[in-house]
């Protein structure tokens, strides 16, 4: 089954850090952008970071730059997220997301740019 | 700071139709933005509906559709259903390479 299985979400202190991993299946994970995506308690959707296919590029929101870093093992089928200096308002349900690659059409190419595969999410709680 | 707006709330009536929209507070959304809209139940992860302003996705009933109306992005459920009730949100894909998401509308059907 294609699929996105986050782990490493759980209970740590403020200051803490953390490190999220994604685990892709049954689609050739390299050729695809990735991305993390958070939703606090209540809240609505937030995008945190981007990477590319290769790793080359990356980008992060303001609300986590300098603090969180994106990867991704491309052998191994996987993305992470260390999370450091962890805050309370970083609490929240963090997914990974695939971004839908672009497509070859009869009359060039179509560029999408719109998460098309979620994962179910992982919760981090940051609390003393 | 981009910020992407929607409704907080919205209520439409089974069998009705509703426009949700998704603007920016500054400009206006075009399918340069690739508008994207997602649908989210407690406790689930998001469900894509639409991307690229008006293509379904796969899976998706065809009383889900995009649009441009306007200055802002818009989806339309016709004929809504009570499995219809969720939270949705929509995306837009920035010139610096990264997503925004608006901070997303709770529909109720009732």
């Known amino acids: 089954e294609v699929q996105l299985v986050e782990s490493g979400g759980g209970l740590v202190q403020p200051g803490g850090s953390l490190r999220l991993s994604c685990a892709a299946s049954e689609f050739t994970f390299t050729t695809y952008e990735m991305n993390w995506v958070r939703q606090a308690p209540g809240k609505g959707l937030e995008c945190l970071s981007y990477?590319?296919?290769?790793?080359?590029?990356?980008y992060y929101a303001d609300s986590v730059k300098g603090r969180f870093t994106i990867s991704r093992d491309n052998a191994k089928n996987s993305l992470y997220l260390q999370m450091n200096s962890l805050r309370v308002e970083d609490t929240a349900v963090y997914y990974c997301a695939r971004v839908a690659p672009t497509r070859r059409t009869a009359t060039g190419t179509l560029r999408l740019r719109y998460f098309d595969l979620w994962g179910r999410g992982t919760l981090v709680t940051v609390s003393s | 700071q981009t910020v992407v707006t929607q409704e907080a709330s919205f209520s439409v009536s089974p069998g009705g139709t509703v426009t949700l929209t998704c603007g920016l507070s500054?400009?206006?959304?075009?399918?340069?933005?690739?508008p994207s809209w997602y649908q989210q139940t407690p406790g689930q992860a998001p469900r894509t509906l639409i991307y690229n302003t008006n293509t379904r996705s796969s899976g998706v009933p065809d009383r889900f559709s995009g649009s441009i109306l306007g200055n802002k992005a818009a989806l339309t459920i016709t004929g809504a259903q009570a499995d219809d009730e969720s939270h949705y949100y929509c995306a837009l894909y920035m010139a610096s390479g990264f997503w925004v998401f608006g901070g997303g509308t709770k529909l109720t059907v009732l």
């Open positions: 500054s400009g206006s959304v075009s399918t340069t933005y690739y």
């Open positions: 990477i590319s296919s290769s790793g080359n590029t990356i």
